[in-house]
């Protein structure tokens, strides 16, 4: 198959800035994979965009997804380019409930100290007070989804010769910056940074890069609608890393420069 730019898999491509990743590198003429965990979302997202966009099942924390995604890739085109492990839950009830639920957010507050059992870091659930089982399930998503996409994906990617994995975290995973509030939520991006360097340095032998992005603040669902950027704003630094064809790995980048991590 003809493959223009560089084929593309970006998670969690149905909305927020996954859908503003997928939307820039079709238009700049990148083959996008757009993975969606509801099909119909994500068909429904990639109607409105210019450019090869392929939407395809998938669920980061599903084995058998994840597999499924690999074997069509490796049939379809037997490499890939670019990985971008975007998809990602919040930290807060928001973000937490299904859309057709958010109407009831102000009545899930209210029931708060079941919320809180949950493992939703709302009000006081802190690092001493959450329930672990909410925290393993933003771990789930955050954390081992991406180390089950790159698992899968390690040899598709080696093909490629140039093969770049780009994982999107955030400041909240800034060791510098780390404090008892969101506690699911943050120590899944500082593993998931740990990862970065770890996967970095053991995949450079096979010519893949590995590295991280910090969006910034942006109003998606997750963010909320105080954030102060856009999502073409929070889109840009990994739509620029994943043009970079060579330079570095194991690094964490916002706005285009290397932050700490
Ligand atoms: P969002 O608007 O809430 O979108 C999240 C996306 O991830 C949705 O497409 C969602 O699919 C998908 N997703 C969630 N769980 C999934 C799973 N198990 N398998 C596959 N897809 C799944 O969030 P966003 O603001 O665009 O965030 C995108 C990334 O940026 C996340 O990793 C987030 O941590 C990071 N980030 C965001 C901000 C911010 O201010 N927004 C700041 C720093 C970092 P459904 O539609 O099916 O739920």
């Known amino acids: 198959m003809n493959t223009t730019n560089g084929i593309v ?3 969690g491509g149905n909305r927020g800035i996954g859908c503003e990743i997928c939307r820039q590198l079709a ?3 990148y083959t996008v994979i ?5 099909y119909r979302k994500g068909i429904a997202a990639a109607s409105s965009m ?9 669920d980061v924390r599903r084995n058998r997804d994840v597999n499924e995604l690999a074997n ?12 971008i492990n975007n998809a990602g839950v919040g930290a807060t009830i928001a973000s937490r409930l299904p859309r057709f639920l958010r109407p009831f957010l102000p009545l899930a507050r209210k029931v708060k100290p079941m919320v809180v059992k949950a493992g939703l870091p709302l009000g006081n659930a802190t690092v001493s007070t959450v329930s672990l089982p909410g925290v393993k399930s933003i771990m789930d998503t955050n954390f081992y989804g991406p180390w089950l996409m790159i698992q899968a994906f390690i040899s598709l990617l080696e093909k490629s010769g140039q093969g770049h994995i780009i994982n999107v975290s955030s400041g909240m995973g800034e060791w510098v910056s780390l404090n008892g509030e969101y506690p699911g939520y943050r120590l899944s991006k500082v593993s998931l940074n740990a990862l ?7 995949l450079s032998e096979k010519g893949i890069r590995v590295n991280a992005i910090c969006p910034g603040w942006v109003r998606t669902d997750m963010g909320g609608a105080e954030a102060p950027l856009t999502v073409g704003q929070g889109a840009d630094t990994a739509v620029w890393l994943a043009e970079e064809k060579e ?15």
């Open 27 to 29: 238009l700049k003429g």
């Open 34 to 38: 757009m993975g969606s965990r509801n």
């Open 196 to 202: 970065t360097v770890m996967f970095s340095r053991e």
């Open 247 to 261: 330079g570095a790995t194991g690094r964490f980048f916002r706005g285009r420069r290397e932050i700490n991590w």
């Open 72 to 83: 069509w890739v490796a049939k379809e085109y037997g490499k890939l380019d670019v990985l």
């Open 50 to 58: 210019e450019g090869t966009v392929i939407v395809k099942k998938l």
């Open 9 to 11: 898999l970006v998670t």
